[in-house]
């Protein structure tokens, strides 16, 4: 709700620019036409009626003898079917967008809607991580191609969830492996959360992973490595806690490992719960 109304109050300062704009208004020639169809499709989009608005303003699109209208009523066109979660026919609409109007003022804002878009149809990472890669490919792009942009602080949070997902996603592999006692793909994935994950929620309890499984084998040294990066990081965390019990007691790996009673995995739900 909070990304809708966002974009809802941009759009609405853009509909004035356009309402205001001597190219908008209704002139007496053979080519009135495009101008009141896109007039129909403002009311349309003012009532809500982002369906009927979008078709409007397709064909004013379609009337246009000027790239630049053509162009603004295209990309109300993508919004409009946006507001009705019609995301794959907005998706298509932006990306031909792109192509066809690579000038554009409005180039910066598709490319955000674009993203946008991508981002909403995040669902279960740990079923299909596909949309999860594509908001975040996107993302990326956005940010370092226009890192100074208005939209680039609410991409920039995004960016950090999104990473947050794909750590707790190799965590939960690891976790998987770690049930099973396969140590060396248990180890890979947890150090990919150590590496490229390290300012997600996760890296503490990566960290204290591999304590674990390595005093487990009895590489003593690389448990002691890892326990030393986690408590000079991280010395008030739980995760820490547990990983000095390991090395300080005559400690057995169990089935089932031990959490501690703060489970950050579900303040990971909560924050993602309330974004969406």
């Known amino acids: 709700m909070i990304i809708r109304f966002f974009l809802f109050i941009i759009f609405t300062i853009s509909l ?27 009311i349309a ?38 507001g009705i979660n019609f995301y794959k026919e ?13 000038a554009d003022n409005n180039i910066i804002y598709a490319h955000y809607l674009l993203a946008i878009i ?4 995040i669902q279960d990472e740990k079923k ?14 956005f940010l370092e191609k ?19 997902q794909l750590a707790a996603k190799e965590l939960y592999i690891a976790k998987y492996y770690i049930s099973i006692q396969k140590w060396i793909p248990a180890i890979k994935r947890l150090k990919n959360i ?33 326990a030393s990066i986690l408590g000079y990081n991280y010395n008030s965390s739980e995760w820490f806690k547990q990983s000095y019990k390991v090395l300080n007691k ?4 169990k089935k089932k490992l031990n959490e501690p009673k703060k489970k950050k995995d579900n303040l990971f739900k909560k924050i993602i719960n309330v974004i969406k």
């Open 16 to 42: 004035i620019s356009c309402t205001s704009n001597k190219d908008f208004k209704y002139e007496e020639s053979k080519r009135s036409n495009p101008y009141e169809i896109y007039k129909e499709g403002l």
């Open 45 to 82: 989009f003012e009532k809500k009626d982002y369906f009927f608005a979008s078709k409007k303003f397709d064909e004013a699109e379609l009337n246009f003898d000027k790239p630049r209208l053509a162009a603004k009523a295209a990309i109300m066109s993508s919004y409009s079917l946006y």
């Open 90 to 102: 907005a998706e298509e609409n932006l990306t031909r967008f792109l192509k066809v109007y690579p």
């Open 118 to 121: 991508y981002y909403e149809q």
């Open 128 to 141: 299909d991580l596909k949309p999860l890669l594509r908001a975040g490919n996107q993302i990326e792009f």
């Open 146 to 164: 226009y890192p100074d942009s208005d939209y680039a602080t609410d991409l920039k949070f995004k960016k950090d969830l999104i990473q947050n």
């Open 194 to 226: 150590v590496e490229n994950f390290d300012k997600t929620i996760f890296i503490e309890e990566a960290l204290h992973r591999l304590v674990e499984i390595h005093y487990y084998l009895g590489l003593q040294d690389e448990a002691k490595k890892y």
């Open 250 to 253: 005559d400690y057995k790996l």
